[in-house]
């Protein structure tokens, strides 16, 4: 992004959100975090947000540590996840020792980091041999209904930050390793108006464009058949990406 303000305040605009996040981002299929993980059970959760990627390593029988630097976020991680240790803290700079964990994942949040200081205090707390694991879910724009709600999207604060996803680089980390997990979330049109509603170009957009394009969006989903008649999944691709501590 050409603009580093508006991006630091697209990155932080989350927590005035926290529990509608929490209840109406998609979570990651737990295939793609079983790919990542390779069975290892003691995670860092880094940028944790409201839990989304902690419920997934929780329910594949994890150890997980929640790392989370807004408090609003982190407290609703707390309330949804009571087994997760949610500390505040950024990629940048993590309270915990050397060595501490066998692997550290990220959620829709590698984007945000600043890059450099970040994979070095990543494989600090990483064990040689331990996993950096990142994903990001996105919307499957090869559906032609999707590929034209994206378009839809664009505020006066930009379009939605459609990220590509990252390989991370790193002396201290082996070449990296991708793939691609099918996803879907179930909707409704109200509760992907509130899926929406979460994206940092729309929740930052003044209150009378941000209406409006709501306004719009339900108007072009109730035009669709895919989405029209009620429950609908929304189609998503996860990509994960995992990379191992030397």
């Not at 064990?127 to 006066?156: I, K, Q, Y």
Request: proline residues 7%; negative net charge.
């Amino acid at each position: 992004m050409d603009h580093p303000e508006l991006f630091a305040e697209r990155a932080s605009s989350f927590g005035a959100n926290a529990a509608v996040y929490a209840e109406h981002r998609p979570d990651y299929p737990l295939a793609a975090i079983e790919w990542v993980l390779g069975g290892r059970k003691s995670v860092l959760d880094l940028a944790a947000g409201t839990g989304l990627l902690s419920d997934g390593l929780v329910r594949l029988g994890c150890s997980v540590t929640a790392v989370e630097p807004d408090p609003a976020m982190r407290a609703e991680l707390a309330r949804r996840q009571p087994a997760v240790t949610a500390l505040d803290g950024t990629a940048e700079s993590i309270a915990a020792e050397d060595g501490s964990f066998d692997a550290v994942v990220a959620g829709q949040a590698f984007h945000w980091f600043n890059t450099p200081e970040a994979l070095t205090e990543i494989t600090r707390v990483l064990r040689p041999g331990g996993v950096l694991g990142l994903f990001w879910n996105r919307d499957d724009v090869t559906v032609p209904w999707m590929a034209d709600l994206a378009e839809a999207t664009t505020t006066s604060i930009g379009p939605a930050l459609v990220v590509n996803w990252m390989l991370p680089e790193h002396e201290r980390l082996a070449p990296a390793e991708h793939t691609f997990v099918p996803h879907g979330q179930a909707r409704t049109i109200e509760s992907f108006i509130a899926t929406i509603g979460t994206h940092s170009q729309v929740a930052l957009a003044p209150p009378a464009e941000r209406a409006a394009l709501l306004d719009d969006v339900r108007a072009y989903l109730r035009s669709r058949p895919e989405t029209a008649s009620g429950d609908f999944i929304r189609p998503l691709s996860t990509v994960a990406v995992r990379a191992v501590r030397l």
